[in-house]
Structure formats: structure tokens, C-alpha cells
T-cell receptor, first 112, second 115 residues
Framework: SQTIHQWPATLVQPVGSPLSLECTVE??????LYWYRQAAGRGLQLLFY??????ISSEVPQNLSASRPQDRQFILSSKKLLLSDSGFYLC???????????FGPGTRLLVL | AQKVTQAQTEISVVEKEDVTLDCVYE???????LFWYKQPPSGELVFLIR??????QNEISGRYSWNFQKSTSSFNFTITASQVVDSAVYFC????????????FGGGTRLMVKP
């Protein structure tokens, strides 16, 4: 069966510091991968998605970037964090664009 | 444009009560999917159901049931005999085939089931 991992689970970072959140999927090949952000008390916003290695699509212009260095690895990064980057970051995968997305456990990021 | 509305931001019920979570969507596409996800306090989104636009049959899974009505653009979720473990935020979501099947989420409904 497929599993999706995210780390770290929680992170507290100062404003202006860099960020790297990692997501990995096991038990499948060439999945679609997604990064979402959930601000406190709000719904989910799609940030990036990837249909293959090195292929990244951005949904929202922002302070963040994403990379997919390996088939089942998806990384969310920032060179300089802003206070507004605080939130709950969820990674998701699907077999392809037609299939259901399944979510990881998430990373809680607090920027101070 | 896609839009999903969950008008109930918060619902509180007593255990064993039935509760219905409303979801209304907007789309111009004829081919789309509707979803419900559960987000317990731990934060992970748990997939509950997917329904395509050509299948209006209601579905029942244990204490959960879903009522899809294209005439009113609604996809409501009912929990029968609610339990404390049902306490969570529930999200309805829409994806359109012509929009690459990207998920658009509603704002979520926080359900609190009290013992």
C-alpha cells in the first residue's frame, strides 16, 4: 500500500530564515504530487503541483518554491520566510490527474 | 470559475444525534468530481468519498451517507448517530476535468460532538 510522509512535523523559524519541507511517497511510481497551505481557521490553498521529476507548476505567486529532485520526493522551500508564511502545509499525492488525492500528516510552521 | 461553499462554519451536536453538513458547488463543466475529506485534530486530511458528476446515486457507508443532487448543485453529508470521534473539520471539494482536476476546497465545517 501507499504511504506519504512529511517532515518535520512542526517547525518554528524566525522571519528571514530559509525553509525546507520534505514530502516523500512510498508504494507508487511517478505520482502526481501537491503542496497545499492551510492558514489558521481557513481552507486549503493549492501552492504547487508536479506531474513528474523536475516538472513544477505554481498556482499562487509567493515567497515559496518547490522542487522534485526524485520521483517520489517533493520539497517546499523558501530563501527568506515571512510572517505570512505561517500555517499548516500539507503534501498530497495521486496516481494521476484523474484520481483522488491522498494527504500526508502535514507540517505546522510558525514564523516569528 | 469553480466555487465550493460550506455555509456552516461550525456545528455542535450531542452524541447520537444525526447531523448534516451542507456543500453547494458552482461549475460550468459537465464532467467533474466531488469529494469529502475529514480533518481530525491531528491535522491530516482523510479521504472519505469521491463522486463523479454522472453518478447521482446516494451512497451509504456505515453511519455516513451522501446526497448528491445536481438540480441544486449540492453534495451533502450526513452522519447518523454521531459519536465523539466524529469531531473534526470536514471539507467538501470539487475538481473539474477541464481544469486539470485540481481540487478546490470549501471553507470547511467544524463539527463538535459532545458526549
Amino acid at each position: 500500500s501507499q504511504t506519504i510522509h512529511q517532515w518535520p512535523a512542526t517547525l518554528v523559524q524566525p522571519v528571514g530564515s530559509p525553509l525546507s519541507l520534505e514530502c516523500t511517497v512510498e508504494g507508487t511510481s511517478n505520482p502526481n504530487l501537491y503542496w497545499y497551505r492551510q492558514a489558521a481557521g481557513r481552507g486549503l490553498q493549492l501552492l504547487f503541483y508536479s506531474v513528474g521529476i523536475g516538472q513544477i507548476s505554481s498556482e499562487v505567486p509567493q515567497n515559496l518554491s518547490a522542487s522534485r529532485p526524485q520521483d517520489r520526493q517533493f520539497i517546499l522551500s523558501s530563501k527568506k520566510l515571512l510572517l505570512s508564511d505561517s500555517g499548516f502545509y500539507l503534501c498530497a499525492w495521486s496516481e494521476n490527474s484523474q484520481e483522488t488525492q491522498y494527504f500526508g500528516p502535514g507540517t505546522r510552521l510558525l514564523v516569528l | 470559475a469553480q466555487k465550493v461553499t460550506q455555509a456552516q462554519t461550525e456545528i455542535s451536536v450531542v452524541e447520537k444525534e444525526d447531523v448534516t453538513l451542507d456543500c453547494v458547488y458552482e461549475t460550468r463543466d459537465t464532467t467533474y468530481y466531488l469529494f469529502w475529506y475529514k480533518q481530525p485534530p491531528s491535522g491530516e486530511l482523510v479521504f472519505l468519498i469521491r463522486r463523479n458528476s454522472f453518478d447521482e446515486q446516494n451512497e451509504i457507508s456505515g453511519r455516513y451517507s451522501w446526497n448528491f443532487q445536481k438540480s441544486t448543485s449540492s453534495f451533502n453529508f450526513t452522519i447518523t448517530a454521531s459519536q465523539v470521534v466524529d469531531s473534526a473539520v470536514y471539507f467538501c471539494a470539487l475538481s473539474e476535468v477541464n481544469a486539470g482536476n485540481m481540487l478546490t476546497f470549501g471553507g470547511g465545517t467544524r463539527l463538535m460532538v459532545k458526549p
